[in-house]
């Protein structure tokens, strides 16, 4: 009996015989391990492109149903590892909305702040990681050089480098330590000068220009049929901005542009992004100056851990310390789906309560998954060099296409 194997790809039986079949990923280091590119090619150019990003299997949406509200922003931190209080927070304001809470005036100017700051974490990754696979080392060390000074900050406050856990429903773990925010201004002021570097190194270099210009284009019409958002929406001159039209936190009192681009190729996604670098160190210097005393979290005993000295005298401090931990916070029955404008676009969760301590459904909207769903468009007709810098340019973060 003839053995034949499981078709895996739309490509194996429509392709035209002549051209070549070749599969990158999903263990290939430009494919971040978890992608994997099926590309029908005519010598160098590539006919046919089929996508598949289904190598990770953490099962975010199916853990949610398991664990308790808290519980669960661990795994937020890791749906974009590279900017996970950004995830926190928007996970954190769906719970709170459906609870009908309100966060103190602290915690909202916070909150923003650390958005922003991680969003420049965030773009400094992408634009590294992009360059590098492009032969760009000494911009690829100047990147990182940024972005390491910006996680060992965040490591001061939060107590990790990476996936964050910091945020609480209602609040946060901790508040600033003695500090921290004067080291912040030496950072941005860091960042400037080493930021002025990678435009002298990149923005009209030819050979980089080469690469990117002209390649992997799209057209507003194209991002917005296959729900494109965040960088790679506004790099086809769409100024479409959550943080803008439909303000959260404290953007609403904030003064910004939006940065966008012109051909949404390569190029301007990488000037997108090194734009909004700018913008975002001009919002966390005008939050610096608003954040105000008071208290971090809210008053409510129904969602916020009682303080640890309290726990050692009062009988009533542990019941309830010791209810929410087993229990959960008890969110009223309903459903409620929130966005925020996350590095990659916007980061949705839609979620449905029973009244319990677990939701019954959290789906979330990740970018990345999205963006993987046309990426085949922005690969077919282009060389097979050009899939390089389009899927860097793309920031796919696994954890994101994680279902």
Request: hydrophobic share 35%.
């Amino acid at each position: 009996m003839e053995y034949k194997s499981p078709v895996r790809s739309y490509l194996e039986e429509s392709a035209d015989p002549k051209n070549v079949l070749v599969n990158l990923g999903p263990s290939h280091p430009a494919t971040h391990g978890t992608i994997q590119v099926i590309a029908e090619l005519d010598g160098e150019t590539v006919k046919k492109a089929d996508i598949h990003c289904g190598y990770l299997h953490r099962g975010f949406e199916k853990e949610a149903e398991h664990h308790t509200y808290h519980k669960i922003i661990p795994y937020t931190d890791r749906l974009n590892y590279c900017s996970s209080l950004n995830n926190n927070f928007a996970y954190a304001a769906t719970v709170e909305a459906l609870l009908g809470i309100e966060i103190t005036p602290r915690c909202k100017y916070l909150r923003t702040l650390l958005a922003e700051y991680n969003r420049i974490a965030d773009h400094v990754t992408c634009i590294a990681a992009t360059v590098m696979e492009l032969g760009a080392m000494t911009a690829f060390l100047y990147l990182m050089t940024i972005r390491d000074y910006i996680f060992e900050h965040l490591n001061h406050l939060t107590g990790a480098r990476l996936t964050y856990s910091y945020v609480r429903i209602g609040g946060m773990a901790r508040d600033l330590p003695q500090g921290w925010l004067e080291r912040l201004e030496e950072i941005l002021q860091f960042h400037e000068r080493y930021i002025e570097r990678i435009h002298g190194l990149l923005d009209r270099n030819r050979i980089f220009i080469d690469r990117t210009r002209n390649t992997g284009a799209l057209s507003t019409e194209q991002a917005l049929n296959w729900g494109y958002t965040g960088p790679i929406l506004r790099s086809t001159g769409a100024a479409i901005d959550i943080r803008k039209d439909s303000p959260y936190l404290a953007y609403d009192e904030l003064d910004f542009e939006v940065p966008v681009g012109i051909k949404g190729d390569n190029y301007d996604r990488y000037y997108v992004r090194m734009r909004e670098m700018d913008e975002s160190v001009r919002m966390v210097r005008q939050l610096v100056k608003m954040l105000p005393e008071g208290p971090l979290n809210v008053s409510d005993h129904r969602v916020v851990l009682p303080e640890k000295k309290h726990l050692y005298g009062e009988t009533e401090s542990v019941i309830n310390h010791f209810k929410l931990i087993m229990d959960g916070i008890q969110v009223p029955a309903g459903e409620v789906y929130l966005s925020h404008e996350t590095p990659n676009g916007e980061l949705g969760f839609y979620l449905v309560s029973d009244g319990s301590g677990r939701p019954y459904k959290l789906h979330v909207r990740g970018p990345s998954f999205l963006h993987m769903g046309g990426m085949h468009t922005l690969l077919e007709g282009y060389q097979l060099a050009d899939i390089i810098a389009t899927f860097g340019s793309m920031n796919m973060i696994g954890g994101e296409c994680d279902r």
